[in-house]
């Protein structure tokens, strides 16, 4: 069935590191990636997303790479400050097909200031 | 242009009640999706409506049913309410179904079911 697997599930990291989350998608007719961060109390909110035709997407810190055949996806988040701080989630999706977003676990990032 | 809002935020309900929730997309939008967040089943897909009519189902008993109106906007109702059925009810809304849109989710309906 669809499932998405993301690793690890709790993150901590001190300002200014590197912070690395990965997943890992069952279906392999998945062509859409976002990823959300959700903090305490709020909605998710998309951070940043990729399609199956691109490798890899960057967006000032945050970097998302994709590896279509592992069907593995990667969040890298560099120079970490501590409003990164929040419960991140990736999600595959059929776009084009559909809008059902199967979603990943959550990883706890803690950025130590 | 205004995001998402769902009404109520918050809400308790005895077991065996129904409840229903609402969600206004974002102007323009037609999809709508809803999902259920909890801390131990993460968040999980409910339905998904486009042109008032429901494109794909979780898997979540009959007691989960929903609809879409011709502005776009959706409810969702629970029946017989269950213990379990206790968790933060989001909704999304897109602009499109047939093409790789945006989701943006709004902020929730919390519902307790004592």
């Known amino acids: 069935g669809e499932n998405v697997e993301q690793h690890p599930s709790t993150l901590s990291v001190q300002e200014g590191d590197s912070a690395v989350i990965k997943c890992t998608y069952s279906?392999?007719?998945?062509?859409?990636f976002p990823w959300y961060k959700q903090e305490l109390g709020k909605r998710p909110q998309l951070i940043i997303d990729?399609?199956?035709?691109?490798g890899e997407k960057k967006d000032q810190r945050i970097a998302v790479t994709l590896n279509k055949t592992a069907k593995h996806f990667s969040l890298h988040i560099t120079e970490t400050q501590p409003e990164d701080s929040a419960v991140y989630f990736c999600?595959?999706?059929?776009?084009?097909?559909?809008?059902?977003?199967?979603f990943g676990t959550g990883t706890l990032l803690a950025v130590q200031p | 242009k205004a995001g998402v809002t769902q009404t109520p935020r918050y809400l308790i309900k005895t077991r065996g009640q129904q409840v229903t929730l609402s969600c206004s997309p974002i102007?323009?939008?037609?999809?709508v999706s809803w999902y259920q967040q909890t801390p131990g089943q993460g968040l999980q897909f409910l339905f998904e409506?486009?042109?008032?009519?429901?494109?794909n189902k979780g898997n979540f008993p009959g007691r989960f049913s929903g609809r879409q109106f011709s502005n776009s906007r959706s409810e969702m109702n629970v029946s017989t309410l269950e213990l379990g059925d206790s968790a933060l009810y989001l909704c999304a809304s897109s602009l499109e179904r047939l093409a790789i849109y945006e989701q943006f989710f709004g902020p929730g309906t919390r519902l307790t079911v004592l």
């Open positions: 409506y486009f042109s008032e009519t429901q494109r």
């Open positions: 279906d392999s007719a998945s062509n859409y």
């Open positions: 999600a595959a999706s059929r776009g084009g097909a559909t809008n059902k977003l199967i």
């Open positions: 990729i399609r199956s035709n691109v």
């Open positions: 102007s323009g939008h037609r999809s």
